[in-house]
């Protein structure tokens, strides 16, 4: 498993970008921030309107939305992590790879955001880019939820495991793949 892992950060390292590449890195790059954008918009209102438990509801139902809605029959857009909310989110081992090599960028370079274009065991093209802690995600997410918070979570998502971030923490990654 280690020399998997191995292997795949080496050829994250040395890939060359093409430019057929380069297109599916752009348009994957905009799937996920579209992802990003609505879903944020989506938490922020909901967090302004009825606080933070509600938006853990807002969370729970629109977030898979949102992805299925930006999904089409060639591409998959979704969300994953090292620590899942949700079940459904489960990274595959190649994922968590990905994903640990993302959290050593980020200690060094904590300025720029990871993403990486790659080919995985199934022969699919995936795009992932990191998801970074922010402030307003301490609420929900951070290492000093409040308890009313934490029941609500805890009611949505009864084996959850992401807890206990700090800002700047690698959050999770967007996942786009790619099935054409």
Not at 135 to 143: E, F, I, N, T, V
Request: net charge positive; charged share 20%; aromatic share 4%.
């Amino acid at each position: 498993m280690k020399r998997k892992i191995l292997a795949l950060a080496v050829s994250l390292l040395s890939t060359t970008v093409l430019a057929d590449d380069r297109q599916t890195i752009e348009k994957s790059r905009q799937l996920s921030q579209a992802l990003q954008q609505q879903l944020g918009a989506e938490l922020m209102a909901a967090m302004k309107a009825q606080g933070p438990v509600h938006a853990i509801q807002v969370c729970n139902e629109k977030a898979p939305q949102i992805a299925q809605s930006l999904s089409t029959e060639s591409v998959i857009v979704a969300r994953t992590a090292l620590r899942v909310r949700n079940p459904k989110n489960a990274p595959t081992g190649e994922q968590k790879a990905v994903m640990k090599y993302f959290a050593e960028r980020l200690a060094k370079e904590p300025s720029q955001v990871p993403e990486v274009l790659y080919t995985t065991s199934n022969g699919e093209q995936q795009y992932m880019r990191a998801i970074v802690m922010q402030p307003q995600c301490a609420a929900c997410h951070g290492s000093a939820v409040n308890p009313e918070v934490k029941q609500a979570v805890l009611e949505n998502y009864p084996n959850d495991a992401a807890t206990g971030f700090e800002v700047g923490d690698l959050r999770g990654s967007f996942v786009v793949t790619w099935l054409e």
